[in-house]
């Protein structure tokens, strides 16, 4: 039999090292695209047993063109590059990494509101200016016996919670469709939108972006939070009204907010830039090279569970296994 054949459309890793430590344990030959055009992802993909693929688009003519394919495993948490129905049709099953930066992204969530608390952008900003003094950052207030008010309860925020409670904040969640059991063992307090930003001190989003989550943040929303309070979002970009919060923050309904996404990455311009009170990071919550890794080694122990007939762990279309 010839060796199994595993097509990698694309790559943002500096190697692919990790993944073909473990493809090698089935003893599978990794054949990355030259580019990422259909063309030559069809190059080494036509005749792959599975593909890895990033950002690359993955269209149902290509699909097609994939006979021997049993599995397409995305390095990463989205799979809308895909088209999943064809997928399905052709009897492939495509499989997802969602847990791969939970450290990560709920470390970077902490990170930032500790930042905007101590106001630690700003006052090293003054500092390498040439003005060393305490006045710049007056008002800072205690952490201890703050609300921190969580939108969304899912794998991120259920590891700020401990991290936040560390802190002595009191943490409390807004999330429709999370067990009551989850909040309660969590020792978090279950809110309905309303109450969450009437009482929060710090707001961190952390749900999906969904129609029902897009421009949520919007200028009746933030009237509604306290003057003092802080936004942060590690989520998605779209689930905040910039330009809404743009202007609540010149009204003072709110006291400062800090974006690792935006409405548009990059942005081109920005009536949040400039401003002492909003730091702006290039959607890096995920990373690190550790994180980087644990992907990589993810989505191919996927490839491997599914070329040897066991059950990936995260399929996308489970019903495709019934058709394969
Ligand atoms: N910045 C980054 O680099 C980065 C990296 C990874 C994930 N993310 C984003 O972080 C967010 C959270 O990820 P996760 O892994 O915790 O997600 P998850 O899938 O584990 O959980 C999502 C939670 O949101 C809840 N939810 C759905 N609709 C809601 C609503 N209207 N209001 C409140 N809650 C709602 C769900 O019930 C679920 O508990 C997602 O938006 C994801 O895209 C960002």
Redesign the pocket.
């Known amino acids: 039999m010839p060796p199994l054949l595993v097509a990698v459309a694309d790559s943002v890793f500096p190697n692919l090292d990790p993944a073909r430590a473990v493809l090698s344990r089935i003893g599978a030959e990794l054949r990355l695209a030259s580019e990422p055009t259909p063309a030559a992802i069809l190059g080494v993909a036509t005749g792959a047993d599975a593909l890895l693929v990033t950002y690359a688009k993955i269209t149902a003519e290509m699909i097609q063109q994939m006979p021997r394919c049993r599995i397409i495993s995305r390095f990463g948490?989205g799979v809308d590059n895909v088209d999943i129905a064809a997928a399905t049709t052709a009897g492939i099953v495509v499989t997802k990494v969602?847990d791969y930066?939970?450290d990560e992204?709920s470390d970077h969530a902490m990170a930032l509101l500790l930042a905007l608390a101590r106001k630690i952008p700003s006052a090293s900003a003054r500092v390498h200016a040439g003005r060393w003094e305490m006045k710049a950052v007056v008002p800072i207030h205690r952490l201890r016996g703050s609300v921190l008010g969580l939108?969304?309860?899912?794998?991120?925020?259920q590891l700020v919670a401990p991290k936040a409670q560390s802190f002595g904040l009191q943490v409390v969640a807004?999330?429709?469709?999370?067990a009551p059991d989850i909040l309660a063992r969590a020792g978090v307090e279950g809110v309905d939108f309303a109450r969450l930003l009437k009482i929060s001190d710090f707001v961190s989003i952390?749900?999906?972006?969904?129609p029902?989550?897009t421009g949520l943040f919007n200028a009746g929303v933030f009237r509604q939070m306290k003057p003092t309070a802080y936004l942060i979002n590690?989520?998605?970009g779209p689930i905040v009204d910039e330009a809404a919060l743009a202007q609540a923050l010149d009204l003072g309904q709110l006291a400062g907010a800090a974006l690792?996404?935006m409405e548009q990455e990059p942005p081109s311009k920005s009536a949040l830039f400039g401003r002492d009170n909003v730091i702006i990071t290039p959607?890096v919550?995920?990373y690190s090279e550790e994180s980087l890794v644990e992907l990589q080694t993810k989505a191919s122990e996927e490839v491997v569970s599914v070329l040897s007939g066991q059950p990936p762990r995260n399929p996308v279309n489970p019903e495709a296994l019934q058709r394969a």
């Open positions: 948490i969602p930066c939970i992204v939108v969304g309860f899912g794998r991120i925020p807004c999330d429709p469709y999370v952390h749900s999906p972006l969904l029902e989550t590690t989520a998605r690792d996404v959607h919550s995920f």
